[in-house]
């Protein structure tokens, strides 16, 4: 039986999560998480502690699953994620119909773009299509015209931050099929299609960064990722009860909400900062002022990522919220108030087999990688063509989503 694995590789934490494909679905067979190191904010600053770290992750699946691992669909997030719009255009010869070569053609006349020396393709999406000046085309093979149009959003990535991840991942004896953007997995994971179709942005919060990505008419129309994430809170509490990162973190987590008008004033807790004092009594309430001023700050960037995209107006299903960090209490309602939209907290839902573990918002990028492998392990490369939207079930889905974020290799 054949297999697909996703290798997420975050600033937290490295998850490699084995499926077998089965008939219309993946049955997780294995899983392996180990503490990230080696990473900062998206970024690596040290290939040998993430090779090992990567390692032991794979390991831990490998022993999980009872397979070998030696290829991998990986994420990719960090600030150095850039994104662009272009257009390409393509005539069509003769009295005929526009067949999928002609889509390609298109998309690759779009993908023609001059972009710096030091970043690469990693995504190249097509939004619409127009044909003879008819815009909003949504599956134009088939139909008639002398003009084909496409309207295509183009991801970049860091050339030196790809190859140094590439670099540590095959130190690990794994070979990268696909690098795959954060908010895409996660996306695929999470969205219902109505989400998808009526326009939503999925928000990734991580340790290191928070990854977007906005959805409209059922493809991605916008995505960007802002170097601020849930270590940023964790730093904060450090400084501020000038604790140990780690007390920090667990403190965050036990203690922790994103809304301090929503806690008790008389609610304590006991903490032992450095040096040799004695524990100290925290009111919950003060580190929820700490912890709501920088989600706050969080969401106002987000909210000025969105506007500068210009598709504030149409993002009728409001956000979709997971990555780790979403689980801290009360950040969906402190989304809701600063967005002005509704909000709804997600997390992978449609698992079988070893799923149970995995149902956290933690693990959306890394099951979204399973699904979206699955697709491009079923199919040669070739034979997905972008674009098309003759899709149903759960592998139509599936196709559909494909189709329309990978582009082919150079």
């Excluded at 219309?24 to 294995?30: H, L, R």
């Excluded at 790809?162 to 130190?171: G, R, S, T, V, Y």
């Excluded at 928070?210 to 008419?217: N, R, V």
């Amino acid at each position: 039986m054949s297999k697909v694995v996703g290798l997420d590789v975050g600033t937290h934490k490295i998850c490699t999560i084995v499926g077998e494909v089965r008939p219309n679905d993946i049955f997780v067979v294995g899983a392996g998480i180990e503490p990230s190191r080696g990473m900062k904010k998206g970024v690596v600053n040290d290939i040998q502690q993430l090779t090992a770290a990567i390692s032991a992750s794979v390991h831990k699946a490998e022993r999980s699953s009872g397979y070998d691992i030696t290829r991998a669909f990986v994420s990719v997030a960090g600030s150095h994620i850039a994104s662009l719009t272009s257009r390409g255009m393509v005539g069509i010869v003769g009295q005929r119909s526009i067949r999928p070569d002609d889509l390609e053609k298109a998309m690759e006349a779009a993908r023609a773009i001059a972009i710096p020396h030091n970043r690469e393709v990693l995504h190249v999406v097509p939004r619409s299509y127009t044909l003879d000046g008819q815009e909003g085309v949504r599956s134009p093979v088939g139909m008639h015209a002398f003009r084909l149009e496409v309207d295509a959003h183009i991801i970049t990535a860091s050339s030196t931050s790809i190859a140094n991840l590439e670099q540590a991942i095959q130190a690990a004896g794994v070979y990268v099929d696909r690098f795959i953007l954060n908010p895409l997995a996660a996306g695929d994971a999470i969205l219902t299609p109505q989400e998808r179709e009526g326009g939503v942005v999925v928000i990734d919060i991580g340790g290191g960064t928070t990854d977007l990505a906005i959805f409209i008419e059922g493809t991605v129309w916008h995505t960007a990722v802002i170097p601020v994430g849930g270590d940023h809170i964790t730093n904060d509490i450090t400084y501020w009860m000038k604790v140990p990162f780690e007390l920090a973190e667990a403190v965050k987590i036990q203690h922790g909400h994103a809304q301090a008008r929503a806690v008790s004033s008389l609610e304590t807790f006991l903490v032992e900062p450095f040096g040799d004092g004695m524990p100290i009594e925290v009111k919950r309430n003060d580190l929820a002022m700490v912890i709501e001023a920088r989600v706050e700050e969080m969401f106002e960037l987000v909210k000025k990522e969105i506007k500068r995209s210009g598709y504030d107006g149409l993002l009728r299903a409001g956000a979709v919220i997971t990555g780790g960090c979403s689980q801290l209490p009360g950040i969906a309602d402190v989304a809701a108030r600063i967005l002005d939209c509704p909000v709804r907290l997600a997390k992978p839902e449609r698992l079988t087999g070893m799923a149970d573990a995995l149902r956290n918002p933690s693990y959306s990028t890394s099951v979204g990688l399973l699904r979206l492998g699955l697709e491009m392990q079923a199919l040669p490369e070739k034979e997905i063509p972008n674009g098309s939207n003759a899709a149903s079930g759960i592998t139509g889905l599936l196709n559909n989503l494909l189709r329309r974020l990978l582009p082919d290799e150079e």
